[in-house]
């Protein structure tokens, strides 16, 4: 593991949601515009895996998106403040990301360096469960970009990425990659216990498909309206009777009841700890074994085992 010289008053700096929220509603629809090129272009992967976006050491990526006999990525450089679209034949394109960068030129912008690039994806051009209903075309209202507070919230992402991708290795079923969905502008990882699952009743094509298996799912969130300030959380589904009967680490930890149960865990409680990577490891076990456990899932079976590598000669 790589250490530096950051303590984690710097990795993870103050993000208060009032004091960024027109930026984040901006990011959040320009992340739409790219997510949903992504959704239009690349190959169907189950549980809408083919639609997210992942943290880069720069911001945000499509990854690699086939295209023709090559393949294209958009990322969002939250360093140089710009979008930068690179195709495997070696162009390139970039546009800077500023403040006054209304959602609609950003859409214009977008599809013209696509274009001039020979890729035209066709996308649903509105927003879908996100903080405006305007098509994406027509939006001149949100337009804020505080590259303070971009570059603070890519700072968390990264730290909070790499320890959910310590959880990950943990276990050894099926498990989804550390992603970002755009929908709900979160940071997710999700465990699955490989039995069917059963969607609650009214559940529309996106819930069905997410949910056609028991999950444990854990995210990182910048905050919204039921929540509004940033979080990690964990939910069990289908949610298992007396879930919230177990206990959760840390002590700043609870069940939050609203809407089903969910684990909750406030960021600040977080900066406030002596370690807050241990602190988020801890809130992730706990919860994933109170679903676990309540869920009847083989939780020995699925933790990883400790290796040797010094009685291993495969490594010589």
Request: glycine residues 6%.
């Amino acid at each position: 593991m790589i250490q530096t010289a950051f303590d984690h008053v710097q990795i993870f700096p103050q993000l208060p949601l009032a004091d960024w929220k027109s930026t984040k509603n901006t990011l959040h629809l320009y992340l739409q515009i790219i997510g949903k090129i992504r959704l239009e272009m690349h190959p169907r992967i189950n549980h809408w895996w083919h639609v997210t976006l992942y943290v880069s050491p720069r911001g945000l990526t499509t990854r690699a998106v086939p295209f023709g006999f090559g393949n294209f990525e958009i990322e969002f450089d939250f360093k140089a403040h710009k979008l930068k679209i690179t195709v495997s034949n070696g162009e390139m394109r970039e546009f800077n990301l500023e403040d006054g960068l209304c959602v609609a030129e950003f859409h214009r912008k977008v599809f013209e360096n696509l274009s001039s690039l020979g890729i035209t994806p066709k996308i649903k051009a509105v927003p879908y469960e996100a903080p405006s209903t305007t098509p994406f075309a027509e939006d001149t209202q949100n337009k804020s970009y505080d590259k303070e507070y971009i570059e603070r919230f890519h700072r968390i992402l990264v730290s909070v990425d790499d320890i959910f991708e310590e959880f990950r290795g943990r276990f050894t079923g099926k498990s989804t990659p550390v992603h970002v969905f755009w929908h709900s502008f979160d940071l997710a990882l999700t465990r699955f216990s490989g039995r069917p699952g059963k969607p609650r009743e009214g559940a529309g094509t996106v819930e069905r498909e997410a949910y056609s298996h028991e999950v444990i799912s854990f995210g990182f969130w910048a905050g919204d309206n039921n929540v509004p300030a940033p979080a990690f959380y964990s939910y069990t589904a289908p949610e298992p009777a007396g879930l919230t009967d177990e206990p959760l680490k840390p002590k700043a930890a609870n069940w939050n009841t609203d809407k089903g149960a969910m684990a909750i865990l406030l960021y600040d409680d977080v900066r406030k700890s002596d370690s807050p990577r241990e602190t988020i490891l801890d809130f992730l076990e706990s919860s994933y074994l109170a679903g676990a456990k309540r869920a009847g899932w083989d939780i020995e079976n699925f933790r990883l085992k400790p290796f040797d590598i010094k009685n291993d000669r495969s490594q010589k």
